[in-house]
């Protein structure tokens, strides 16, 4: 273990408790379309098209299929309110949320049970489900990497809970002047989509930083897009320009 990593497991591991603490006051309004999590429900199908089309090809399941994904499961690290779980249990995956806020496990809870969904949500960090040996097909972390205490370690972590001849999908923040300008000054002051304070520039993860971690895990990196918002039209899509957003695809050797 590197020593950076050796110091943040000395401090518990991969959650950075004030990350927690921040989006735990705002749990109340994980699934209001119009409130502090708008930003995830505009950018939200454009990654679950994304996250769909990388797995369609990698399981080779039929597109055609209500459920493709049906006698797989999923870890989703940092659940939140579960709006990418439910999608996924959707298609197929039998899902496992997980995060380090319990205020938004019980909102995702509900959510589920309300929406007739069976979701095995719980409160535990990546490295809580390493150390006990399990794995999964398919991990997901999703806006994580730029709040954990650790980025290479969580990415150990994350990639050891792939079970081989899994995928892990990340989208994450580029570290970029433009990402400064745009993530932190446009989103949280300018435009307020976020309340002040919900990212932390210097914990951005370039493109390169974040496929380092992962091949130092054994993790093949088999496809890197951008996510791009377009402000004329208020929409996301993705395309070539990584200077902001990214989504990022790695499999694991069997």
Request: proline share 5%.
């Amino acid at each position: 273990m590197e020593p950076k990593q050796a110091a943040a497991a000395a401090r518990g591991g991969t959650i950075d408790r004030d990350e927690i603490d921040r989006f735990a006051r705002q749990a109340h309004a994980w699934w209001d379309e119009d409130g502090p999590f708008r930003p995830l429900h505009r950018v939200n199908p454009v990654r679950l098209g994304f996250i769909r089309a990388q797995l369609l090809r990698h399981f080779a399941r039929d597109p055609h299929e209500m459920r493709p994904f049906a006698g797989l499961d999923l870890l989703d690290i940092g659940c939140g309110g579960g709006l990418v779980a439910e999608p996924m249990a959707r298609l197929g995956f039998a899902v496992t949320g997980l995060d380090a806020d319990g205020q938004a496990l019980g909102v995702a809870r509900a959510h589920a049970e309300e929406a007739g969904l069976v979701i095995q949500y719980r409160e535990e960090a990546a490295e809580d489900l390493a150390a006990q040996g399990q794995t999964f097909a398919t991990v997901l972390a999703l806006e994580v990497a730029e709040h954990v205490e650790d980025a290479a370690l969580f990415v150990a972590k994350a990639a050891a809970l792939v079970r081989p001849g899994g995928a892990f999908i990340a989208s994450t923040l580029n570290r970029t002047p433009r990402s400064f300008v745009t993530a932190v000054i446009g989103a949280e002051y300018v435009l307020r989509w976020l309340p002040r304070g919900t990212h932390q520039w210097r914990k951005f993860l370039r493109p390169s930083e974040m496929a380092a971690h992962l091949r130092r895990a054994e993790m093949k990196i088999e496809a890197i897009e951008g996510l791009v918002f377009h402000p004329l039209s208020g929409d996301w899509a993705l395309g070539r320009d990584l200077g902001v957003n990214y989504l990022i695809f790695a499999s694991k050797p069997k």
